[in-house]
């Protein structure tokens, strides 16, 4: 179907019972649906926003297009939790019905400030000409849940120097003052973020750019996240236009972040180490973090792409959250590690020790379901297991001990996504000692290698009957210990 641009912009008042029924039908039937994943009811979500706890809960929104798989008019969708792990569907956070967000009620962040939830966001908007401006815009939450959105918007005009990308405030605390940061592309066509400051979270005054060490790095960065923890200053964002190099910035766009020193707000110098991707897999993007209620710092990220078509399109519906993960500071690195409360899912358990010698067994079946797998003793070339086996299907997760590289490969997993992106995603681990913690839902895998050290996350579309879980040997022989959890 070809998806016109009336048909994007059409709002979800105009739709009567009866389109929605038979999309909502449409989309109950995908054989593609997760089971504990947050994803949308129909159409697309992307970015996670407004990520918050407040009022002993959870809050967690995101991007929402609710008519179809693609980019149209934005609303915000809202979800809340008391636990990080079940969630409810609350319905449209925000919607995009003023002057200023009339294309879209773009994406953004939250933060608590006198019993109020503020949510600060990008209204876009489009001129006859469909020229672009963005506004900056604080919406208010009571502890009740009704949503008030301001007369005006707070923010309405791009400081010089910057294009109309300029979008994705992510608001945060310092002192008695509050501090925006805003993802930007400078004329010159190079991208940046940029500050601004409030003593109130409604009128803000524009600092200037962050300084960083990266100056030609990308054409947009999309999403920006920066928080401290102890000494350190974490800078998250979403490059666009970064050029593969090795196994790094295979996706279409890319999503990492930068540790250093505190930023100065002063100065708006940010000192920092190298660039690091956050995620390895095939899908992910725009990540936001929060502060827990227990002070621990999690993330959640968008699983799935701008501009890549996913097999459930045609079922109505794209994309998912992946799961929230904590996030520590190790050897000037973030490692990234499931939130505790996902154990919480956890339901039969199966245990399994086994020595394999050139060989792939079977060993469990299951489509929804946690496995570790931790390695006894191993003297083989390549290890690893495969999920989602059948006969013709199969996603690998392994180790090679002679690259000293863990490999992901999609190449089998049923449904192609992608494919002109590749098929194999690869990265270095230069310890031998391997911990495999894999997260698989129906259409999708978290592989947590090393307690955090990296991830892989990435959406498969396997047939319903490839439920298999193997392990499997190469070039030698490897004792592994494995548990399972059905979710
Ligand atoms: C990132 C992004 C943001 C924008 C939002 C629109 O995926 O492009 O920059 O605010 O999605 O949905």
Redesign the pocket.
């Known amino acids: 179907m070809e998806w016109t641009k009336e048909m994007r912009y059409r709002r979800l008042e105009e739709i009567n019972i009866n389109e929605m029924d038979e999309l909502k039908k449409k989309v109950e039937n995908s054989e593609w649906r997760q089971s504990f994943h947050i994803q949308p009811e129909t159409g697309l979500l992307?970015?996670p926003n407004g990520f918050c706890f407040f009022n002993g809960e959870y809050h967690l929104f995101y991007?929402w297009f609710p008519l179809g798989p693609v980019?149209g008019l934005?609303y915000w969708y809202h979800t809340k939790s008391s636990d990080l792990v079940t969630w409810e569907n609350v319905g449209v956070g925000i919607k995009p019905e003023q002057y200023y967000d009339s294309h879209?009620a773009?994406?953004g962040s939250a933060i608590e400030h006198n019993d109020t939830l503020y949510l600060m966001y990008?209204g876009n908007t489009r001129d006859e000409n469909w020229e672009r401006h963005p506004y900056q815009v604080v919406a208010l939450m009571n502890k009740q849940g009704r949503m008030t959105k301001p007369q005006q918007a707070n923010i309405t005009e791009i400081p010089s120097g910057y294009t109309d990308h300029f979008?994705?405030p992510k608001v945060w605390k310092s002192g008695d003052l509050f501090y925006a940061i805003i993802?930007a592309q400078r004329e010159n066509l190079t991208g940046c973020a940029v500050l601004y400051k409030s003593d109130n979270l409604l009128d803000w005054t524009f600092l200037g750019e962050m300084k960083t060490g990266l100056q030609g790095f990308g054409y947009m960065w999309?999403?920006p996240d920066y928080f401290e923890d102890h000494d350190h200053g974490v800078f998250i964002f979403?490059p666009q236009g970064i050029e593969k190099s090795g196994d790094e910035f295979q996706n279409i766009y890319q999503s990492g972040y930068l540790v250093g020193q505190k930023l100065d707000l002063e100065t708006k110098e940010f000192a920092h180490g190298r660039f690091h991707e956050l995620d390895r897999g095939f899908d992910f993007?725009?990540p936001q973090t929060t502060l827990a209620h227990d002070g621990r710092r999690i993330l959640v990220g968008w699983m799935g792409l701008?501009e890549i078509e996913y097999p459930t399109d045609q079922d109505g519906w794209a994309h998912c959250l992946t799961l929230p993960r904590e996030l520590t500071i190790k050897n000037e690195k973030l490692i990234q590690k499931p939130v505790v409360e996902l154990q919480k899912l956890r339901k039969s358990k199966q245990v399994v020790e086994a020595t394999l010698t050139n060989e792939t067994r079977k060993f469990f079946n299951g489509v929804s379901f946690e496995l570790i797998c931790e390695l006894k003793e191993c003297d083989s070339t390549q290890f690893g297991i495969e999920i989602r086996a059948s006969d013709d299907e199969h996603t690998s997760i392994m180790y090679d001990s002679i690259e000293k590289k863990i490999i992901l490969d999609r190449s089998q997993s049923g449904q192609p996504v992608a494919k002109k992106y590749g098929e194999q995603r690869k990265c270095t681990i230069t310890d031998d000692q391997i911990k495999f913690h894999l997260f698989v839902d129906v259409s999708s895998v978290e592989v947590f290698i090393n307690d955090g050290e990296e991830v892989f996350t990435s959406r498969i579309f396997p047939k319903k009957e490839s439920d298999e879980i193997r392990l499997f040997a190469r070039g030698g022989s490897t004792t592994f210990y494995a548990e399972k959890w059905d979710i």
């Open positions: 992307n970015d991007q980019h934005k879209g773009y994406s990008t979008r994705d993802g999309e999403c979403s993007y725009a701008p």
